[in-house]
């Protein structure tokens, strides 16, 4: 019996223009390389090759008096997204205490 070997399926590279779109997609909309390939249908690591070449290309900026490298605003980016994350449930538990609390007490608890 001969074993048959699958045949990798050939892809055409993608163009430039796409993999800039991509990478803008991730810095943009902050959800994570895998969630947006899946989405685009191309692996996560690709895109994850493609936004350290993108942000490898750019320029260092001037943040506060500090120049950044694209690769430490988006890891300060990213810091700063778990932290509003982190403040914003940490608001709605605090609304559901103070609703809690605010409530009257049930005439037969006095």
């Known amino acids: ?10 892809h055409k590279p993608y163009e430039e ?9 991730v810095i943009t909309s902050g959800r994570t390389c895998e ?3 899946r989405e685009l249908g191309c692996s996560a690591y690709s895109l994850h090759l493609w936004k350290k070449q ?16 694209p690769e430490d605003l988006e890891r300060e980016n990213r810091a700063l997204r778990k932290q509003v994350q982190y ?15 605010g409530e009257e007490p049930n005439p037969g608890m006095r």
Do not use: F, H
Not at 54 to 69: I, K, N
Not at 87 to 101: F, G, M, P, T, V
């Open 1 to 10: 019996m001969k074993l048959m070997k699958k045949k990798a399926a050939y």
């Open 54 to 69: 993108y942000l490898a290309q750019m320029a260092p900026v001037e943040v506060d008096g500090r120049t950044m490298s």
């Open 17 to 25: 223009d796409y993999k800039r779109q991509a990478v803008e997609l």
């Open 87 to 101: 403040l914003e449930r940490q608001r709605e538990i605090l609304k559901k205490a103070i609703s809690i609390l």
């Open 35 to 37: 969630q947006v390939a």
